[in-house]
């Protein structure tokens, strides 16, 4: 079974600069797909970035990138130029690519994001 | 055009009651997720829908918990004899089948359910 650890629990950032949140996770294959989910109070999930696992190239979404180690298992998300928008709960999330299975996604714990002025 | 919707936002239900919560997702997308929020843990996967036939109800915590989806649309979970350890928020999501990098899981806005 696969598995996703975020080990911060909580982060805090100052408006306008620059924070990495960790995430590794555990799985036996080769091809996958990660992301990052936000999740504001409203509860809403929010898409912010996704990765292919046999891509090297880190994937880029504006102020957010990523930095995937594939062999350390190991998915961060960077967030540059902190935004007070920014502040919510973040997941990491891994989902099978194998075609047929069930496209589950498995979230980590979350690290909740706080933006200071 | 419209997003996933779920009704309703919140359910305060007394232990052992029956509730039923319910999910309208994206105009034609096929697939359909539940999920389960406990307090400080992130969503953990309950039952995956197919169009009509639940494809995979392995996360299912027990048979007091039951999930239809009779037109391939609307979906509605149903939690017998309700439980203190119910409470949670239950999230419902939808894409486009075939699995696609970019057929991302849209996300309602949730039912937080207490069971007092």
């Known amino acids: 079974a696969q598995t996703v650890t975020q080990s911060q629990p909580e982060m805090s950032v100052q408006e306008a600069e620059t924070v990495t949140l960790s995430c590794t996770y555990d799985?036996?294959?080769?091809?996958?797909?990660l992301f990052w989910y936000k999740q504001p109070p409203s509860r809403q999930m929010i898409l912010v970035i996704r990765?292919?696992?046999?891509?090297?190239q880190n994937a880029t979404e504006n102020r957010f990138s990523v930095n995937f180690q594939k062999a350390a298992k190991s998915f961060s998300l960077k967030i540059s130029d902190s935004q007070l928008g920014d502040a919510a709960m973040y997941f990491c999330?891994?989902?099978?690519?194998?075609?047929?299975?069930?496209?589950?996604?498995?979230f980590g714990k979350g690290t909740l994001l706080t933006v200071n002025p | 055009g419209a997003g996933v919707s779920q009704t309703p936002s919140n359910k305060v239900t007394e232990k052992g009651k029956y509730v039923e919560l319910r999910c309208d997702p994206i105009?034609?997308?096929?697939?359909l997720y539940w999920y389960r929020q406990s307090l400080g843990q992130g969503p953990e996967f309950l039952i995956y829908?197919?169009?009509?036939?639940?494809?995979?109800d392995s996360g299912l915590p027990n048979d007091r918990f039951f999930a239809v989806r009779p037109e391939g649309s609307v979906s509605t979970l149903k939690i017998q004899r309700t439980e203190r350890g119910d409470s949670a928020v239950y999230l419902c999501?939808?894409?486009?089948?075939?699995?696609?990098?970019?057929?991302?899981?849209?996300f309602g806005p949730g039912t937080r359910l207490t069971v007092l």
């Open positions: 105009s034609g997308h096929t697939a």
């Open positions: 990765q292919e696992a046999y891509k090297q």
């Open positions: 829908f197919q169009g009509t036939g639940a494809a995979d």
């Open positions: 799985t036996s294959e080769s091809d996958y797909y």
């Open positions: 999330a891994y989902r099978r690519k194998r075609r047929g299975s069930n496209y589950k996604l498995t």
């Open positions: 999501a939808s894409s486009l089948e075939n699995g696609s990098f970019y057929n991302e899981q849209f």
